[in-house]
């Protein structure tokens, strides 16, 4: 028999700067080991907020990923 484990992580995007030609200059943080129960979208963004309150850098993204491990349950 076959059962999937999901594990979930936030990925948090911030602009740090630009380069000489004006780009931004992105950095990212992961967080892993969401709780894949209790994690809605408006908890995930409003964690994304939280930390980037406490940054000096600028909110650019929050991206939620989840991964299904399959495995064989016999």
Excluded: C
Excluded at 1 to 23: C, H, P, R, Y
């Amino acid at each position: 028999m076959l059962t999937t484990n999901d594990t979930k992580q936030v990925k948090i995007v911030f602009i740090s700067g630009t380069n000489a030609q004006g780009n931004p200059i992105r950095k990212s943080r992961i967080y892993k080991k969401v709780n894949a129960a209790n994690a809605s979208l408006d908890h995930v963004y409003a964690f994304g907020q939280a930390v980037a309150a406490l940054s000096d850098w600028t909110l650019d993204q929050v991206i939620l990923s989840v991964d299904q491990e399959i495995l064989n349950v016999n």
